[in-house]
């Protein structure tokens, strides 16, 4: 764990911050401060300066001001959730934790949209607009602790975006601040804005441009029904090919989730969801809508579960057991937790129809590197989330993690695909990103950056990797699916 030598120049600089705010919310001492060195990428730890905590949006361009008058950097959290280190302090740098800011501001349920500040957990807010017969549809597993600050600064999505999109679809405004501490409005509360989509540009911007203070969000009337459908499968390739199906075939689900046998062997240790624990697959395929629509698109999809070589397809009859279903897969992460010591969660995207050929290929990889990965996904999507198992306490397993983490991304690009889906860069993927993108591709990244943050104050080291950096990777750079991975051919 680093730790921050001070300077005269960040000793002024705390004497400063001490009279924004009072004491009880800015945190000095290593005990206060050591919940916030991390966020859920436990691997990477960092104390930082101190964790201020701004109630007011005049705190908040109090702190700003003062870190630009002594360029002193900043690393914006909001529960901490993040897989990708994006939160991850900067030793040097401030913390600026927005869990202050908690409140719902408005449901208006005649323009179907909720105004809420960034610190507000993404449940809260279906919770509240359920008496208008409402929801927020992006729904992270993570959904009962991360905020809508952390969704929109990662672009999150979850189990319902296969079909209502990611937060990018979801959000129509923000309010944020600059460094100077000026306040800034981006989108509308109508469908078209003028100008250029800066409100797109901040959504998954992972708090390297701003400080977002305020979020509109788009809600949806609650479906009238909604019936689930759980596969099992001895083959994973045939449940990848299952899914693609199931896509092709021009059903719509509002669910299409994937687990590996390990992982169903965990979750149902974990939470009994009734899991038919010797499958090598299973699928959770969801429809919500119109009763008769919804009972249409089931009886579609079982019967091409069924001819995609499903043994079994069960439907939820209560909705307890439809709950149940649900509880498992959105419990995986921890479940895998209590099988493993540590374990490492991937991002990548690919395109569906690569599924089987991709899963194949990381069980390859992960052989290769001496180390067990845990599938689960959206596959509907085509997101998928390996888990890489290991114990940072033997040997060189966690350096054995990060480069099958690697090579799993890579082979992702190779493929098609892309290296997160819903996670982002952070301090995890920065090296692939060298991958991803040409050097002229990431220098516009860059210039962009300047625009908004011209001295690198906000959030400096994530997500964009320098061109240094990129040379000392030795990241090949070509475009995407073209990217030689010599083993390809073998998966
Ligand atoms: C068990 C588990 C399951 C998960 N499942 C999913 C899933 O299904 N889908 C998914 O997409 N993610 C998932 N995640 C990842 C994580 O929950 C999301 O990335 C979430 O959006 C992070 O929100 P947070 O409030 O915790 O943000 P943090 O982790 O605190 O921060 C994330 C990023 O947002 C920036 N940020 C936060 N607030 C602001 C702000 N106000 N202004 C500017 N920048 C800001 C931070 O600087 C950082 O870069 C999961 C995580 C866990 C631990």
Known sequence: MLSQPKTAQSDAFLQQLSRCLPPARVLLDVEEMKPYECDALSAYKVLPLAVVLPETIDEVQQVLRLCQQFSIPLVVRGAGTGLSGGALPVAQGILLNMAKFSKILEIDPENRIARVQPG?????????????????????????????????????????????GLTVHNVLGIKY???????????????????????????????????????????????????????????????????????????????????????????????????????????????????????????????????????????????????KFWAGRKAAFPAVGRITPDYYCMDGTIPRKHLAQVLQGISRLAADHGLRVANVFHAGDGNLHPLILYDANQGDELQRAEALGGKILELCIAVGGTITGEHGVGTEKIDQMCVQFSTLELTQFHALKAVFDPEGLLNPGKAIPSLHRCAEFGGLHVHRGQLPFPDLERF
Not at 137 to 160: F, K, L, M, R, W
């Open 120 to 164: 507000v957990r993404n449940l809260a807010v279906s919770e509240a607009a359920k008496a208008n017969g409402l929801f927020y549809a992006p729904d992270p597993s993570s959904q009962i602790a991360c905020t809508i600050g952390g969704n929109v600064a990662e672009n999150s999505g979850g189990v319902h975006c296969v079909k209502y």
């Open 177 to 323: 601040l600059n460094l100077q501490g000026e306040l800034l409005e981006l989108g509308s509360n109508c469908l078209q804005s003028p100008g250029y989509d800066l409100l797109a540009l901040f959504i998954g911007s992972e708090g390297l441009l701003g400080v977002i203070v305020e979020v509109t969000l788009r809600l949806l009337p609650l479906p009238t029904t909604t019936a689930t459908l759980l596969a099992a499968f001895n083959d994973i390739g045939q449940a990848g090919g299952a899914v693609a199906a199931v896509i092709a075939a021009g059903l719509q689900p509002s669910g299409l989730e994937m687990m590996d046998n390990p992982t169903i062997q965990a979750a149902e240790a974990f939470v009994h969801a009734g899991y038919p624990t010797d499958a090598a697959a299973l699928i959770l395929c969801e429809f919500d809508g119109m009763a008769e629509q919804v009972s249409e698109d089931l009886a579609r999809a079982h019967a091409l579960l069924i001819s995609q070589g499903a043994l079994e397809v069960r439907q939820a009859t209560l909705e307890s057991e439809r709950q």
